[in-house]
């Protein structure tokens, strides 16, 4: 068996592919070293919308035949944008490989953004944010980035504002291509019933055109550990429900990074998890209420989100800060440990049976690392992780650096 293989085609983009040979399928990404926080000032959301202008027309195909053409030969075709990403990827059945990749190359490679596609797809992205605005849990976490990384890029929600979707042209989309959208800039996965040396083959065919840049990319604004001040703000809202946000910022550190997740499962993942446990199971205080955790290049962010009764909201926050300073979280117990890394290695574990989740862990891991990180690796540096290592993981994201807090709470 082949398993994980890469390669580099002559213009610099990387290819890597992760055999696996018992599925009929083959899931293929584009991925670029680009997202929201390396928008242009003043035109927040450009990397969102240009993902969804590169699937407006083509040289070869308009709009029609880019979203038909997969779909008839059975796949589907999606995108997503993060705060430092952007991926375009397919899956379809293995024998339609070779006209799946000529289509994503030809999304990346010649897009033209018809003026009158693109006026239609603000209309649809203003409609995308509006949808957001509508949902308090998701703004609830947009403000509470843009509060704490303040002026900083990383604070910008992803979609953008009204304001600056309604404003972007043709050329603003062109431009930012140009920066961003360069081999070297760029990897190709491929995760499925597929061979290393028949998709380096084709890859090399579909993206000839795709040329090195010789002007240097935009660099990336840093976020340093000394920009985090934290805050608490509660702020009106009309909704029925309270909703509960409290994070930190740290400056990155990769020898904590499985002891950060291990310790982000035990606290909110789950039934089973420590936030839970306590405010759902024992104290009917939320119906929802978990934590996550987010790599950056330069810094990692953990939240802890809870949604509750408005007359509920002080004891919620009591409650909260009762967790964050509990022997339970600070310095669990080896059961609990043991159970906390059982849930995230099955969480590697299953995530391998299917393959867009292989394609996301090895675009994470080459994102991050630069390298692909063997899931044996993985699995050893869970399991590796000690009672020490949670505490001082904990210490240093619940402990070294205030928490900061904002409380959405209903208007009456």
């Avoid at 599925?23 to 242009?40: A, K, N, W």
């Avoid at 944008?81 to 293995?94: A, G, H, N, P, S």
């Avoid at 042209?169 to 062109?174: N, P």
């Avoid at 935009?218 to 703000?233: C, I, N, T, V």
């Amino acid at each position: 068996m082949e398993g994980i293989q890469s390669s580099t085609l002559k213009n610099g983009l990387r290819v890597i592919t992760d055999h696996v040979p018992w599925v009929q399928s083959v899931t293929l990404g584009i991925h670029i070293d680009v997202g929201s926080r390396d928008d242009p000032d003043k035109k927040s959301g450009l990397a969102h919308f240009l993902e969804h202008a590169v699937f407006k027309g083509t040289k070869k195909r308009d709009y029609i035949e880019i979203a038909c053409g997969i779909e008839r030969n059975g796949g589907y075709l999606d995108a997503y944008t993060t705060k430092e990403q952007t991926c375009i990827y397919l899956r379809c059945l293995d024998r339609f490989t070779e006209p799946a990749l000529d289509l994503l190359a030809d999304l990346v490679c010649n897009p033209v953004f018809p003026e009158e596609e693109i006026e239609k797809e603000k209309e649809v992205v203003l409609e995308e944010i509006s949808s957001i605005n509508d949902t308090p849990e998701e703004v609830v976490f947009e403000d509470f980035d843009r509060y704490l990384f303040r002026r900083h890029p990383l604070g910008t929600p992803i979609l953008g504002t009204d304001k600056s979707v309604s404003n972007f042209e043709s050329s603003d989309l062109t431009a930012f291509m140009a920066n961003f959208y360069r081999p070297e800039n760029m990897f190709l996965t491929a995760t499925g019933n597929i061979r290393h040396a028949e998709l380096a083959k084709l890859a090399e065919r579909c993206f000839s055109t795709l040329s090195q840049n010789l002007t240097p990319a935009p660099e990336r604004k840093p976020f340093l550990p000394g920009q985090y001040k934290a805050f608490s703000r509660t702020v009106k809202k009309r909704a029925h429900q309270a909703q509960i946000v409290l994070g930190s910022a740290v400056a990155r550190h990769d020898r904590s990074f499985y002891s950060l997740m291990v310790l982000n499962t035990l606290l909110g993942s789950g039934m089973s998890s420590i936030l839970n446990l306590e405010l759902r199971e024992k104290l009917a205080l939320v119906y929802s209420t978990y934590s996550s955790i987010a790599f950056y290049d330069d810094l990692t962010v953990m939240n802890i989100y809870a949604g509750t009764d408005s007359n509920k909201i002080t004891q919620t926050l009591d409650v909260l800060a009762s967790v964050m300073k509990s022997p339970e979280l600070i310095a669990p117990a080896k059961e609990e440990l043991r159970s906390a890394k059982s849930k995230l290695l099955g969480s590697f574990l299953m995530g391998t049976e299917k393959m867009t989740r292989r394609m996301s862990h090895l675009a994470t891991d080459l994102s991050y690392f630069g390298k692909y990180i063997p899931l044996e690796e993985k699995t050893a540096a869970i399991e590796n992780v000690t009672v020490t290592d949670i505490t001082t993981a904990a210490r240093m994201l619940l402990e070294e650096v205030p928490l900061s807090t904002l409380v959405f709470k209903p208007m009456r």
